[in-house]
């Protein structure tokens, strides 16, 4: 027994065409028409776009900053994926000081199994490197963690040196895995808090002016000469700036291959959020992420990145803390307040919002944006990231003619804000499947259990 989805308009990152699908035992059996067969439920679809589910790169649940823990677990984080039409997220475990990648990945897992509604999958963040990390590497890819993370930023806790993203890039091609980076000179960002607060400049205010765009292209460059010297692909997340776009650009002039990921707090949101210099308001604390929002031509910028492909992928870097409670440990101290924002849930609907509906990206690029390049760069493609016989059948049926206005209100994010309240969205998830499952059916999630799986990636 099967379910044929009839009379809708299936959209892939190459084509465009309007046929049914069938689906049966969590696979896609067949496209064309009269599919349907004995007993099989039929869906009528017309009007609606059929799109691969969503694969956001970039969330944080259920992550430990400080004292406090994001507000999205894997159950509310994953709900509120499939909400909004993501149906694999690509979540970061973290090693901890004095901790194997094992120990790490182990956690992740213990934090995630059993409570996923989408599938999921893991990248590892290194913070902590010794041979030992060097050999373990390898575990991870067996283990179906088939790319790693090492940040630029955050001195003291999370950043490492250029030898270490030397040697690990030396054995991520040999174990061809991928690496991603989060691109930010840690270094000098401590030395700009510093002076910051040495002169009482302690508010929100301050945080994008202790880490500036220069911050961000400084640590790419540099990346990307470290990637020459070693020939190997490397993949940058939450690009934010103008001037790292640029120096993008060049190195791929250069024969570099290098990969970008823009979120859509970057594209759609600029550093007017953080207030003015003499209010006393918290507000800005929401808007505080790493890196943190640019100006309007980074908007414009890297708007260009993504109609023109040089940027692949759309993640949302969804890491959330209640603005209340959470947010307010650095009320006195902006370099306090826990670094982060929600967006897993609405990333589709403002792409098809603000990149389908005002000409900047065609429905076919929204989907290889927030789905099919994410599928080829992290080990997925074709099993997901695409409609085509034998794949996953992880499908949104996407309902064009839908309003309304964003808002923490009517969120299932479980957080008490939202970047975009106010923002109009166009377009909604009619129904989701995973696997042939549905999971959300008339807009509404169905919450019957978490079936998410985990995924064993391929290495590149
Ligand atoms: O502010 C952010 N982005 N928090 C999450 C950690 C990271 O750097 O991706
Ligand atoms: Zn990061
Ligand atoms: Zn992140």
């Given at each position: ?53 969503g694969i956001d790169t970039h969330t944080h649940f259920d992550l430990e900053s400080?004292?406090?823990v994001t507000a999205d677990n894997f159950e509310t984080g994953t709900k509120a994926a499939l909400v909004g039409g993501t149906t694999t997220i690509l979540d970061y475990a ?14 992740q897992?213990?934090k995630s199994d059993g409570l996923c509604y989408c599938d999921y999958g893991f ?192 993640g949302t870097d969804h890491c959330s803390f209640n ?17 982060g924002a929600p967006g897993v849930e609405h990333r ?63 969120q299932m994010q479980n957080v008490?804000?939202t ?15 995973l696997?042939?499952?549905?999971v ?5 999630l169905?919450e019957?259990?978490p079936?998410g799986?985990y ?6």
């Amino acid at each position: 027994m099967g379910i044929v989805l009839e009379g809708g308009k299936i959209i892939t990152a190459v084509d465009s065409y309007c046929s049914d699908i069938r689906i049966e035992d969590e696979k896609i059996i067949s496209i064309g028409n009269s599919l349907k067969r004995p007993g099989d439920e039929v869906i009528c679809i017309k009007g609606c776009y059929v799109l691969p589910g969503g694969i956001d790169t970039h969330t944080h649940f259920d992550l430990e900053s400080g004292s406090v823990v994001t507000a999205d677990n894997f159950e509310t984080g994953t709900k509120a994926a499939l909400v909004g039409g993501t149906t694999t997220i690509l979540d970061y475990a973290t090693q901890n000081k004095g901790e194997t990648l094992k120990e790490a990945l182990k956690k992740q897992h213990k934090k995630s199994d059993g409570l996923c509604y989408c599938d999921y999958g893991f990248h590892m963040g290194i913070t902590d490197w010794n041979d030992e990390t060097c050999y373990e590497m390898k575990d991870m890819i067996e283990e179906g963690v088939t790319s790693f993370k090492l940040y630029m930023a955050y001195k003291n806790t999370l950043q490492v040196d250029d030898g270490v993203i030397f040697k690990a890039l030396k054995r991520s091609k040999e174990l061809k895995g991928i690496i991603t980076f989060h691109c930010e000179n840690g270094d000098i960002i401590e030395e700009l808090i510093n002076e910051a607060k040495s002169k009482g400049n302690n508010s929100p205010y301050y945080h994008p002016l202790t880490r500036p765009a220069q911050v961000e292209k400084e640590a790419i460059v540099r990346l990307l000469n470290i990637a020459e010297i070693v020939d190997v692909p490397v993949y940058i997340v939450h690009l934010s700036t103008r001037e790292g776009l640029l120096s993008i650009l060049d190195a791929k002039k250069r024969g570099i291959k290098v990969y970008a990921e823009t979120c859509p707090q970057y594209l759609l949101l600029d550093d007017s959020f953080y207030g003015d210099k003499d209010s006393n308001s918290f507000e800005g604390a929401k808007y505080v992420m790493s890196p943190p929002l640019r100006k309007p031509y980074d908007n414009d910028a890297l708007w260009k990145g993504v109609s023109s492909g040089e940027i692949m992928t759309i993640g949302t870097d969804h890491c959330s803390f209640n603005y209340k409670v959470q947010k307010e440990v650095g009320r006195d101290d902006f370099s306090k307040i826990p670094n982060g924002a929600p967006g897993v849930e609405h990333r589709i609907g403002l792409m098809y919002t603000y990149g389908v509906l005002k000409n900047r990206i065609s429905m076919n690029e929204m989907v290889a944006l927030t789905s099919t390049n994410a599928a080829k760069l992290f080990g997925l493609f074709p099993q997901k990231g695409t409609i085509a016989v034998g794949s996953d059948a992880d499908i949104v049926i996407w309902n064009p003619d839908f309003s309304t206005s964003i808002s923490a209100k009517n969120q299932m994010q479980n957080v008490d804000y939202t970047p975009y309240e106010g923002f109009e969205q166009y377009g909604r998830v009619l129904h989701a499947f995973l696997r042939g499952n549905k999971v959300i059916y008339n807009g509404k999630l169905i919450e019957y259990k978490p079936i998410g799986k985990y995924l064993y990636r391929k290495t590149w």
